[in-house]
Structures are given as C-alpha cells and as structure tokens.
C-alpha cells in the first residue's frame, strides 16, 4: 500500500505491462520462466515435466519464441534426445498430456543444451534463434495442424511468418 501516493496499492502479476498517451494499459510480456500464449499463461517448468515423459526425450529446454506479428509467443521445445526418439510419438503424447494452448509448436533438436554457471539451462541464444532455420543447423520442426511435426524449411518458415497457418 502507499507506494506512490498515499492510499494506492499494488499486487504482483507477473506480466510486463505498458501504457499509452491515453493511459490505456497494454500486456507486454511475462516476467519470470513462463510465456503467454492464446490468452494462457504457460509455465515452461510444467512443459518440460511433461514432455520428459516422452520416450527418447533426454532433456528439454521450453520456452517462448515470437511468431509474426501475433500477440504473445508460441512455444518451442529444444530436446536432446536418444536413438528411440520419435517425433510423431512426441505428437500424439503431446496431444495427450498437454492442453492445447501448452503444446510446442516447435521443435528444435540438440546435441546438447547449454547452461549457465549455475546449471541452468540457457534460453536467451534460443529464443532469439526461434524457428528460424537461417540461424542453426540443429534439426527445428513445426507443428502443422493438418501433418503433425514437419522439418521447418526455409519455405515452411517463410509461411508461417506471414500467417500461412492458422495456429
């Protein structure tokens, strides 16, 4: 209470928020390990926990990455993953154990996820990486909705960055 004048409150949301001239209040972003996707708040944490499950699944790394011009970030999941590992397996267990604004609706594939001298995972190189084939060699997928997981070539990225998919 009282933090800028007396008699006015606050209370922790967990999102970024901005104004205008107008005052009008606009969402920019979430604070902390989770992202904000068709209206949901998605906890990278509880993604991970999830699709550890997934035979073949080594290790996973889950975060938000920026989609066109849409509101919000979709999820992306970078896994390492053993000889067993399947990627239409990881679809219908996703499909499965996930609600569906949680799903990944990318993939990227590593030999090894790095992390920081605290041993957590990075995300920051990932993230600005996103889906964008021109700027990794690791494996990347995305989760077209009539095909399941598909390997994201530089003409399935450009369609999906001016809206080609309804996701």
């Known amino acids: 209470h009282d933090v800028f004048a007396k008699g006015d409150a606050w209370f ?3 999102d970024l928020m901005r104004t205008d001239g107008d005052d009008y209040i606009y969402f920019v ?3 902390g390990d989770t992202f904000r996707w068709k ?3 998605v906890a990278t944490s509880e993604v991970s926990e999830r699709l550890a499950g997934v035979p073949g699944v080594l290790e996973v ?5 920026q989609i066109g011009d849409l509101d919000g970030k979709g999820g992306m999941a970078s896994l390492v993953v053993g000889p067993e590992f399947d990627i239409a397996t990881l679809a219908d267990y996703v499909d499965r154990e996930l609600p569906g604004y ?3 609706i990318f993939v990227r594939l590593q030999r090894e996820i790095e992390t920081t001298g605290t041993f957590k995972y990075r995300k920051i190189d990932l993230v600005t990486d996103g889906f964008d084939p021109a700027k990794t060699r690791d494996p990347l997928y995305f989760r077209d909705p009539a095909k399941g997981y598909v390997k ?3 003409t399935v990225h450009a369609k ?3 809206g080609g998919f309804k996701l």
């Open 29 to 31: 972003d979430r604070i």
């Open 12 to 14: 922790r949301t967990g």
């Open 39 to 41: 209206g949901e708040n």
């Open 102 to 104: 949680a799903r990944p």
């Open 152 to 154: 994201i070539t530089k």
């Open 61 to 65: 790394n889950v975060y938000g990455v």
């Open 160 to 162: 999906i960055v001016a």
